[in-house]
């Protein structure tokens, strides 16, 4: 039989990649010369928690016009023309609580491509005519979302831990798409598109020095507006009880779970660890053996944690059984939840969670973008410097 060593990682310090531009922008570098490509990222502040009450659905459609509607100076198909002949992959997109911009091309055009790339975000078009067909594809969308019983479980469950009026389980309506113009996502795209609310990350095929020179003339003159607030924290009261939408399908879909922590609460390691214990950890977690291997009354039974950075998250079990034994399951996921916690774990639980976080932990620094990605997700959401350097041990210690 082969043997191994130890698998020794040394833990990347984001300092050595963090560069500023001259207008103090932050940039994250991380050559690499094994291919002649350069990938480029852009992470701003704020997403659709900005959205205005009466607009909601403003920053999916404002970041998705934004490579859509061509230029100040461009046509929409003009842009798309430029882009394709160079084999260049360029994209933008409003999320939650961040909004992104990336550039992935040949280092050969990279300089083009990088000009074309800031003039859409700079400068964007927004064209009306583009507009129609992307509000008419969005407002279709909106007709057949409750054709899938799992996409109206997420929004109430959404609903239910958060509140209707939240920006983590407001919907876009007819009304609030049709009420989005070109101004109303120029002024949005104002707010958040620009070098004072921005992490940039570079990786591929390029010299540090270079590539922070093109950055600073690429940026010159562009306008640094003010950083946005962290999002706001729901105020909504989880009132417990059993909720249920009717609808004429095979099986039960079924979800059990309240609010959770933070990202930043000492205690997160070991909830995370319970919770690959319960539910978590795929086939070896409690739930999954006892729904469906002993039991089988699921394909797929288990829980996950989703901690959030600036209010506490969540954490839940679900599964699927067919309606008959849908009461069965949701007793044996229960009775689980409390043998958790009412009965410590055994080593070999104990010793199976660490050995999973401890021996996937490289994954996180597995290439370039990845690590890079890390590093600004860290920056702007102020996770501890030395948080990933001690991670391993902390889970050790539990």
Not at 29 to 41: R, T, V, Y
Not at 85 to 104: I, K, R
Not at 211 to 221: I, P, R, S, V, W
Not at 226 to 233: I, Y
């Amino acid at each position: 039989a082969s043997q191994f060593g130890a698998l020794k990682l040394e833990t990347p310090d984001p300092a050595q990649y963090r560069h500023t531009l001259k207008d103090c922008t932050v940039v994250d570098l991380a050559p690499s010369h094994e291919f002649p490509l350069i990938s480029l990222s852009m992470t701003f502040k704020g997403g659709s928690n900005l959205d205005p009450a009466d607009m909601v659905g403003l920053a999916g459609m404002t970041g998705r016009m934004l490579r859509e509607g061509g230029t100040a100076t461009m046509k929409p198909s003009d842009l798309d023309e430029a882009f394709d002949f160079m084999a260049t992959q360029a994209s933008a997109g409003c999320a939650d609580t961040t909004s992104s911009a990336s550039l992935n091309c040949l280092k050969s055009n990279f300089d083009e491509s990088l000009k074309l790339f800031v003039d859409m975000l700079r400068n964007p078009g927004f064209d009306a005519a583009r507009l129609e067909p992307t509000r008419g594809q969005a407002l279709e969308g909106m007709k057949q979302r409750n054709d899938d019983a799992r996409g109206i479980q997420g929004r109430e469950w959404t609903a239910l831990l958060y509140g209707r009026d939240h920006f983590e389980a407001r919907q876009p309506t007819e009304k609030s798409m049709k009420a989005i113009t070109p101004e109303a996502m120029k002024a949005f795209h104002k707010r958040i598109f620009h070098p004072g609310n921005v992490i940039i990350a570079v990786s591929g095929d390029f010299e540090p020095k270079e590539m922070l020179a093109k950055l600073d003339a690429a940026f010159d003159g562009w306008e640094r507006g003010e950083k946005q607030a962290d999002p706001v924290a729901p105020t909504q009261t989880l009132k417990p009880g059993l909720y249920h939408v009717q609808k004429e399908i095979p099986q039960g879909k079924v979800q059990i779970g309240l609010r959770a922590i933070t990202r930043d609460d000492p205690d997160y390691i070991p909830y995370m660890m319970l919770n690959d214990i319960l539910g978590g950890g795929g086939f070896t977690s409690r739930i999954m053996t006892q729904v469906r291997s002993n039991e089988g009354l699921a394909y797929s039974a288990g829980s996950r944690m989703g901690a959030k950075v600036y209010y506490p998250g969540e954490w839940r079990a679900s599964f699927e059984s067919k309606n008959p034994t849908v009461a069965l399951a949701t007793k044996i996921v229960l009775d689980e939840i409390r043998s958790v916690r009412e009965r410590p774990v055994t080593e070999e639980e104990l010793e199976i969670a660490k050995r999973g976080l401890i021996e996937t932990f490289p994954q996180q620094f597995e290439s370039k973008p990845k690590m890079l990605g890390v590093f600004v997700g860290d920056e702007w959401t102020k996770r501890p410097a030395d948080y990933w350097k001690t991670f391993r041990q902390k889970v050790a210690a539990v």
